[in-house]
Protein backbone atom coordinates (compact mmCIF):
# COMPACT_ATOMS: atom_id res chain seq x y z
CA UNK A 1 0.00 0.00 0.00
CA UNK A 2 1.43 3.51 -0.69
CA UNK A 3 2.43 5.45 1.67
CA UNK A 4 0.28 8.70 2.68
CA UNK A 5 1.82 11.92 1.49
CA UNK A 6 3.28 13.55 4.66
CA UNK A 7 2.57 17.67 4.18
CA UNK A 8 -1.28 16.21 3.43
CA UNK A 9 -1.46 15.03 7.04
CA UNK A 10 0.17 17.94 8.33
CA UNK A 11 -1.33 20.29 10.72
CA UNK A 12 0.02 22.88 8.74
CA UNK A 13 -0.91 21.94 5.56
CA UNK A 14 -3.34 25.00 4.51
CA UNK A 15 -0.36 27.27 4.61
CA UNK A 16 2.13 24.83 3.30
CA UNK A 17 -0.34 24.92 0.36
CA UNK A 18 -0.82 28.91 0.32
CA UNK A 19 2.97 29.03 0.26
CA UNK A 20 3.55 26.78 -2.82
CA UNK A 21 0.95 28.43 -5.07
CA UNK A 22 2.27 31.86 -4.07
CA UNK A 23 5.66 30.56 -5.53
CA UNK A 24 7.76 30.60 -2.06
CA UNK A 25 11.46 28.92 -2.53
CA UNK A 26 10.94 25.29 -1.14
CA UNK A 27 13.45 25.59 0.95
CA UNK A 28 12.39 28.08 2.62
CA UNK A 29 8.92 26.66 3.37
CA UNK A 30 10.72 22.97 4.25
CA UNK A 31 12.81 25.06 6.66
CA UNK A 32 9.86 27.55 8.46
CA UNK A 33 7.90 23.85 8.29
CA UNK A 34 10.36 21.36 8.98
CA UNK A 35 9.88 19.41 6.20
CA UNK A 36 12.03 18.54 3.40
CA UNK A 37 11.99 19.70 -0.02
CA UNK A 38 11.19 16.61 -1.65
CA UNK A 39 8.18 15.91 -0.04
CA UNK A 40 7.03 19.26 -0.93
CA UNK A 41 8.26 18.53 -4.57
CA UNK A 42 6.14 15.41 -4.47
CA UNK A 43 2.90 17.34 -2.23
CA UNK A 44 2.59 20.13 -4.72
CA UNK A 45 0.06 17.93 -7.57
CA UNK A 46 -1.91 17.41 -4.36
CA UNK A 47 -2.61 20.75 -4.18
CA UNK A 48 -6.09 21.60 -4.98
CA UNK A 49 -6.71 23.89 -8.63
CA UNK A 50 -9.21 25.31 -5.98
CA UNK A 51 -6.58 26.91 -3.91
CA UNK A 52 -4.71 28.10 -7.29
CA UNK A 53 -8.15 29.88 -8.53
CA UNK A 54 -8.93 31.16 -4.93
CA UNK A 55 -5.23 33.07 -4.92
CA UNK A 56 -5.57 34.47 -8.18
CA UNK A 57 -9.24 35.46 -7.34
CA UNK A 58 -7.59 37.24 -4.52
CA UNK A 59 -4.79 38.96 -6.72
CA UNK A 60 -7.79 40.09 -8.96
CA UNK A 61 -9.88 41.86 -6.23
CA UNK A 62 -6.78 43.52 -5.33
CA UNK A 63 -5.69 45.39 -8.01
CA UNK A 64 -9.28 45.84 -8.36
CA UNK A 65 -9.04 47.56 -4.88
CA UNK A 66 -5.97 49.10 -5.94
CA UNK A 67 -7.72 50.76 -9.08
CA UNK A 68 -11.29 52.10 -7.32
CA UNK A 69 -8.71 53.83 -4.73
CA UNK A 70 -6.41 55.53 -7.43
CA UNK A 71 -9.85 56.81 -9.72
CA UNK A 72 -10.89 58.31 -6.59
CA UNK A 73 -7.86 60.01 -5.21
CA UNK A 74 -7.72 61.31 -8.97
CA UNK A 75 -11.36 62.77 -8.47
CA UNK A 76 -10.40 64.65 -5.25
CA UNK A 77 -7.24 66.15 -6.86
CA UNK A 78 -9.99 67.03 -9.71
CA UNK A 79 -12.33 68.61 -7.51
CA UNK A 80 -9.47 70.69 -5.27
CA UNK A 81 -8.04 71.70 -8.47
CA UNK A 82 -10.94 73.30 -9.63
CA UNK A 83 -11.68 74.92 -6.35
CA UNK A 84 -8.08 76.64 -6.22
CA UNK A 85 -8.80 77.89 -9.80
CA UNK A 86 -12.04 79.66 -8.90
CA UNK A 87 -9.86 81.18 -6.17
CA UNK A 88 -7.71 82.40 -7.73
CA UNK A 89 -4.84 80.34 -6.60
CA UNK A 90 -3.17 79.21 -10.05
CA UNK A 91 0.05 78.10 -8.08
CA UNK A 92 -1.91 75.32 -5.93
CA UNK A 93 -3.75 74.91 -9.12
CA UNK A 94 -1.10 73.52 -10.83
CA UNK A 95 0.31 71.62 -8.49
CA UNK A 96 -2.77 69.79 -7.65
CA UNK A 97 -3.74 69.04 -11.73
CA UNK A 98 0.29 68.28 -11.63
CA UNK A 99 -0.40 65.59 -9.04
CA UNK A 100 -3.83 64.55 -10.81
CA UNK A 101 -2.03 64.23 -13.70
CA UNK A 102 1.03 61.38 -12.40
CA UNK A 103 -2.10 59.50 -10.42
CA UNK A 104 -3.90 59.43 -13.88
CA UNK A 105 -0.90 57.70 -15.66
CA UNK A 106 -1.31 54.69 -14.16
CA UNK A 107 -4.97 54.40 -14.80
CA UNK A 108 -4.65 55.05 -18.57
CA UNK A 109 -1.74 52.54 -18.73
CA UNK A 110 -3.54 49.78 -17.29
CA UNK A 111 -6.69 51.03 -19.10
CA UNK A 112 -4.87 50.84 -22.21
CA UNK A 113 -5.93 54.11 -23.32
CA UNK A 114 -2.31 55.23 -23.14
CA UNK A 115 0.16 55.34 -26.03
CA UNK A 116 3.10 52.58 -25.03
CA UNK A 117 6.30 53.76 -24.01
CA UNK A 118 7.88 50.49 -23.05
CA UNK A 119 5.78 49.94 -19.86
CA UNK A 120 4.79 46.24 -19.83
CA UNK A 121 0.72 45.50 -18.08
CA UNK A 122 0.40 42.12 -16.53
CA UNK A 123 -2.60 40.39 -18.64
CA UNK A 124 -2.52 37.22 -16.19
CA UNK A 125 -4.25 39.68 -13.91
CA UNK A 126 -7.16 40.80 -16.29
CA UNK A 127 -10.48 40.00 -15.95
CA UNK A 128 -11.09 38.44 -19.22
CA UNK A 129 -7.86 36.08 -18.77
CA UNK A 130 -9.07 34.32 -15.41
CA UNK A 131 -12.38 34.04 -17.01
CA UNK A 132 -10.61 31.78 -19.86
CA UNK A 133 -8.47 30.23 -16.60
CA UNK A 134 -11.33 29.04 -15.17
CA UNK A 135 -13.09 27.34 -17.92
CA UNK A 136 -9.94 25.95 -18.78
CA UNK A 137 -9.13 24.44 -15.09
CA UNK A 138 -13.01 23.35 -14.73
CA UNK A 139 -12.57 21.48 -18.37
CA UNK A 140 -9.61 19.91 -16.43
CA UNK A 141 -11.31 18.84 -13.73
CA UNK A 142 -11.12 14.87 -14.29
CA UNK A 143 -7.71 15.41 -14.59
CA UNK A 144 -6.06 16.62 -11.46
CA UNK A 145 -2.63 15.88 -12.59
CA UNK A 146 -2.53 18.04 -15.91
CA UNK A 147 -4.43 20.71 -13.85
CA UNK A 148 -1.59 21.14 -10.94
CA UNK A 149 0.62 20.75 -14.22
CA UNK A 150 -0.92 23.56 -16.29
CA UNK A 151 -0.79 25.76 -12.84
CA UNK A 152 2.66 25.67 -12.05
CA UNK A 153 3.43 26.30 -16.38
CA UNK A 154 1.04 29.11 -15.85
CA UNK A 155 3.16 30.59 -12.89
CA UNK A 156 6.50 30.07 -13.99
CA UNK A 157 4.93 32.08 -17.45
CA UNK A 158 3.70 35.11 -15.29
CA UNK A 159 7.05 34.98 -12.73
CA UNK A 160 9.05 35.23 -16.19
Request: aromatic share 6%; charged share 30%.
Amino acid sequence: MARQCSICTHPQRDEIDQAIVLGEKYRTIANRYEISESALKRHKKHISAAIVDAERQKAVSGTAKMLKELSRGFDSLARAADKAEEEGDDKRMAYLWKTAADLATPLLKIAGDLPGDGTTINIYQAPQWLKIQAVIFRELQPYPDIRVRLAEALKEVEDS
